[in-house]
């Protein structure tokens, strides 16, 4: 296990910079996700870190060392990428022990190595095979297994799941974190899917541009995003963004939504007046014929445990979730409430902060 730490750290190619002074501190053991749209620069930080790309200004510490320009192959990391990269000519354990065997470990070492890795993974009854006889899932296990015979101090996943249908994503999500719990090495895992980073992580590192947005335990962010992006990104559905404007009705505040609806929210320090941005969860929304907002629907979605409704509020999209089997039609207006704690309330600027 290694602590890592980034201070100040960019990356430019040519004039374009990508990364600009990033700083991150990850400690022992932990299981770090990196998580952004396409383009924010998880992968190319995650390169950084292996080696596999120059750090333009700033410093990478591991386990207390500069390690700026120490090269891939002495940093002990271990990395897997979203393509497996088998040898096809091999079989599982000839892929396995490539590493070690290269570095001319003893072969009493290597069949140890190569034994643990796959009690591990779970890949005993496929040490035979090659490449071609396994399903994608069994790949990603082996990618993993080359990985561990390096028992390495650190661990580096780039999109692993990406190439996977999704009900191996969600089961190799699973057998992922169970590796990690056994263990225990420091890990950073790059994705794009918030639910992996939702489920498997000890802390989100939301990146946006270059920059991190945001970091903390993953129910930290869902429940208190710091501006729109964050909480616009993180959670399935998305949260639903209506402009209105902070008032105070009676003492109580309000936001009151373009159509003069007025939707109690939670006591902030916001001036009477104040153009506000509200964010409000997709299951936030629950029905009642009193409630202060209305929808018109647009499109029902039923997916099983849950229905899904996409439609208008305010006369901006929104998205809602209920669990009941009363379904709505296209063109009903539902009339909705929310309570006040679960509506967060935006600035209104382009930052989008929270207030």
Do not use: W
């Not at 500069?66 to 000839?94: C, W």
């Not at 616009?232 to 949260?239: T, V």
Request: hydrophobic fraction near 40%; proline fraction near 7%.
């Amino acid at each position: 296990m290694a602590t890592l730490e980034l201070v100040d750290v960019s990356k430019r190619f040519g004039a374009v910079t990508v990364i600009e002074r990033l700083s991150l501190a990850i400690a022992k053991g932990e299981f770090v996700v990196l998580v952004g749209p396409s383009g924010c620069g998880k992968s190319t930080l995650l390169r950084m870190i292996a080696g596999l790309e120059t750090i333009s200004e700033g410093e990478l510490i591991i386990e207390g060392k500069r390690a700026n320009e120490i090269p891939p192959q002495k940093r002990d990391i271990s990395m897997v990428f979203q393509s497996y990269a088998l040898f096809p000519h091999m079989t599982v354990r000839g892929n396995i022990a490539f590493g070690p065997r290269i570095r001319g470990e003893p072969p009493t070492r290597v069949e140890t190595a190569i034994r643990r890795a796959s009690g591990v993974l779970k890949l005993d009854a496929f040490l035979a095979r090659m490449p071609r006889q396994l399903s994608g899932g069994q790949r990603q296990r082996v990618a993993m297994g080359r990985a561990i015979v390096r028992n390495p101090r650190l661990f580096l996943f780039d999109e692993p799941l990406s190439n996977l249908d999704a009900k191996l994503r969600v089961q190799m999500r699973t057998e992922i974190k169970a590796l990690h719990q056994r263990l225990e090495t420091t890990s950073i895992y790059v994705t794009h899917d918030q639910i992996e980073a939702m489920t498997m992580a000890d802390r989100i590192v939301v990146m946006n541009g270059g920059r991190i947005e945001q970091i903390g335990a993953p129910l930290a962010v869902y429940d208190r995003p710091v501006n729109r992006f964050v909480a616009g990104f993180i959670g399935s559905p998305a949260m639903s963004f209506l402009e209105a404007r902070f008032r105070r009705a009676g003492g109580r505040p309000v936001a009151v939504l373009a159509d003069g609806s007025a939707l109690p929210v939670g006591e902030v320090a916001c001036a009477d007046g104040r153009p506000v941005v509200v964010g409000i969860r997709p299951d936030s929304f629950r029905r009642d014929p009193e409630g202060p907002i209305t929808m018109t629907v647009e499109v029902v979605e039923p997916t099983g445990p849950e229905i899904h409704l996409y439609g208008r509020v305010a006369g901006t999209e929104a998205r809602a979730v209920f669990r009941d089997r009363n379904l709505p039609r296209p063109g009903d207006r539902l009339r909705l409430a929310v309570e006040p704690r679960e509506v967060h309330l935006f600035d209104a600027g382009e930052k989008g902060a929270r207030l």
